[in-house]
């Protein structure tokens, strides 16, 4: 069995991306790495040349800043890479630069790849989500964040990155069907320092909406208000190792107050029937699980 990883990365430095850790945490499992780096106003390219592995295969690319509508070119950059991954390749992991895998679920990522690597029925394998906000000992639990996606495709190029690459669909707009990993992708997406989260918002923004929408939602200011903040709870679990030098230089404050959480009483009723049977009503499953 053959696994090749696959991300995209742009102006890593500049947003405090930590695509090397996602690179990191997930290279035990791949024979070959593609890291599709955009054109960057920083050092991102030397950044990645730095990632002590063989297996790093870089494919420069420019990033067509005009595609601003619901985040397109994620989807764009992500289907260069993975139509440059060699048809050799059985299954392609991809993971987000702000995202890492625990080492202790990669015996069973493995198992899994195995298990339905020959299954023609099985088009990839679905991931559990953990999305951190705010600090790296906060969770998110309520609606907003969802629960799973696809991280690990066949090598089939009929498979598409889907709308601002969160998953995968077919050419035909098809759902994937899919299998549980029982694996967790850990989110540090919304955890940064307030400085470099309304950096980031700034400029993310940009690749879904116009100087119009820009100027009316997304405020002038230094540092990201974190209050705006949906239901939270205190994580006491491990982190990946990866990630782990990132946490101890970790020198912001953060505190979750549940009084600034603002929700309806609808919002809350749904979350308590998916706290107590594990149903999300309403969910919209972008697979098909089998």
Known sequence: MLVAGFTIIRNALKYDYPVVEAINSILPLCDVFYVGVGNSEDETRFLIESIKSDKIKIIDTVWDDRMREG???????????FDAIPHEYDW?????SDECVHEEDLPKI??????????KNVDG??????HFYGHYKYIGVGRRWYKHEIRIIK???????????QGFRTKEDKKLRVKKTGAFIYHYGWVKSPQAQQAKQSSFHKMWHDDEWMKNNIPEVE??????????KLYNGSHPKAIETRIKEANWNFKYNPAKVKTNLKYRFLFWVEKLTGWRVGENKNYNQK
């Not at 540092?223 to 939270?232: G, H």
């Open 155 to 165: 090598n089939n190029k009929s498979i598409r990155s889907y709308k601002d690459a």
């Open 223 to 232: 540092e990201f208000d974190y209050n705006n903040i949906d239901l939270l």
């Open 110 to 119: 493995k198992s899994s790849m195995l298990e339905y690597k020959n299954d």
């Open 92 to 96: 392609c992991f991809y993971i987000q």
């Open 71 to 81: 985040g397109k070119v994620l989807s764009l950059e992500t289907n260069k890479v």
């Open 125 to 130: 394998l679905l991931f559990e989500y953990k």
